[in-house]
Nanobody, 114 residues
Framework: QVTLVESGGGSVETGGSLTLSCAASGSISRVASMGWFRQAPGKERALVARVFSTDATRYADSVKGRFTIFRDNAKNTVYLRMNSLKTEDTAIYYC????????WGQGIQVTVSS
């Protein structure tokens, strides 16, 4: 069993920055990837960014150049640095871990206002 605990969400104005953190605990060996998804009201949950065990990364087109995902393996934590935030980034952000079974965090709200 894996537990994911997210932190760092909140409210920010357009152009601002936030950093989300997700700490993993439990049976976290053989982690294939960790990442962040988001779900805006009325929309489906969608990938934001993912980092693989090879340290390769993948980003949604809408966040490329603005968001950076990175992980601290010693702390079993993945981070999402979000710069130049836009109102359309407003959503609940979910941490995801795959080993390869998928685990999800409880979700954390990010609100960007103009």
């Amino acid at each position: 069993q894996v537990t994911l605990v997210e932190s760092g969400g909140g409210s920010v104005e357009t152009g601002g920055s936030l950093t989300l953190s997700c700490a993993a605990s439990g049976s976290i060996s053989r982690v294939a990837s960790m990442g962040w998804f988001r779900q805006a009201p009325g929309k489906e949950r969608a990938l934001v960014a993912r980092v693989f065990s090879t340290d390769a990364t993948r980003y949604a087109d809408s966040v490329k150049g603005r968001f950076t995902i990175f992980r601290d393996n010693a702390k079993n934590t993945v981070y999402l640095r979000m710069n130049s935030l836009k109102t359309e980034d407003t959503a609940i952000y979910y941490c995801n871990l795959a080993n390869p079974v998928a685990y999800w965090g409880q979700g954390i709200q990010v609100t960007v206002s103009s």
